[in-house]
């Protein structure tokens, strides 16, 4: 489910960034850090 979301806010990131290139860039910076730690706990890390 946690994963399910992730990816689901990161495609919505993704359509920010396209549709906005100035803000998406620190939008993706942010997005990367919660990617991140996201995908650390999904490991159990």
Do not use: D, W
Not at 14 to 22: D, H, I, S
Not at 28 to 43: D, G, K
């Amino acid at each position: 489910m946690t994963t399910q979301l992730t990816t689901h806010f990161v495609e919505a990131l993704r359509t920010t960034t396209n549709n906005n290139k100035q803000k998406g860039n620190l939008l993706a910076v942010l997005l990367n850090r919660y990617h991140f730690s996201a995908i650390r706990y999904e490991a159990g890390g």
